[in-house]
T-cell receptor, first 113, second 113 residues
Framework: NAGVTQTPKFRVLKTGQSMTLLCAQD?????MYWYRQDPGMGLRLIHY???????AKGEVPDGYNVSRLKKQNFLLGLESAAPSQTSVYFC????????????FGNGTRLTVT | GQQLNQSPQSMFIQEGEDVSMNCTSS?????WLWYKQEPGEGPVLLIA?????ELTSNGRLTAQFGITRKDSFLNISASIPSDVGIYFC?????????????FGKGTKLSVKP
């Protein structure tokens, strides 16, 4: 049982490049989330999904898009990367809307130069 | 939006000492959660608190849900080197079809053997 798996673990992009971060969970969770973590800022919610085919904006959605075509996968896309998007990205999943059973992945460290 | 003030930002303590950290908010939360994050990993849930005044323990960890529902405390007794990490508080309100966690900025704990 792998839990929540994020790929890649590290990535370096140049400004303007695009990329997709993949999150996969094997717990049959309904809810999935993408957070970014910056020094001294804690975790901030980018986008989330309450079920297959649904997505919604979180606290800091600008510059990101997401898709949930399959229940087990939640993709985070950057269409035109900017240095301000340099961060550590965490995916999480939970069975209930209360997030009391939230499981986090181990993060993707993204650097945009 | 809602914000959590977590203090202290960092702590340097000697092995065996007790630790105390807290979170305060200007608004009420229905649930308080405490997470620990170790280097290179995602946050892991330590304790969840569901009602005002509740005091809950998990081994050497004890957390309390403030009576005003605007604060929470985490205490670690007899610290050991493996307690090192960043501790996050998170508040949760149920709203509509989903509930979103609001994270504090973290308390970085260092323990000298």
């Amino acid at each position: 049982n792998a839990g929540v798996t994020q790929t890649p673990k590290f990535r370096v992009l140049k400004t303007g490049q695009s990329m997709t971060l993949l999150c996969a969970q094997d717990m049959n969770h309904e809810y999935m989330y993408w957070y970014r973590q910056d020094p001294g800022m804690g975790l901030r919610l980018i986008h989330y999904s309450v079920g297959e085919g649904t997505t919604a904006k979180g606290e800091v959605p600008d510059g990101y898009n997401v898709s949930r075509l399959k229940k087990q996968n939640f993709l985070l896309g950057l269409e035109s990367a900017a240095p301000s998007q340099t961060s550590v990205y965490f995916c999480a999943s939970s069975q209930s809307p209360g997030q009391l059973s939230t499981h986090f992945g181990n993060g993707t460290r993204l650097t945009v130069t | 939006g809602q914000q959590l003030n977590q203090s202290p930002q960092s702590m340097f303590i000697q092995e065996g000492e007790d630790v105390s950290m807290n979170c305060t908010s200007s608004s009420i939360f229905n649930t308080w959660l405490w997470y620990k994050q170790e280097p290179g990993e995602g946050p892991v849930l330590l304790i969840a608190l569901y009602k005002a005044g509740e005091l809950t323990s998990n081994g050497r960890l004890t957390a309390q849900f403030g009576i005003t529902r605007k604060d929470s405390f985490l205490n670690i007794s007899a610290s050991i080197p493996s307690d090192v990490g960043i501790y996050f508080c998170a508040g949760l309100n149920y709203g509509g079809s989903q509930g979103n966690l609001i994270f504090g900025k973290g308390t970085k704990l260092s323990v000298k053997p």
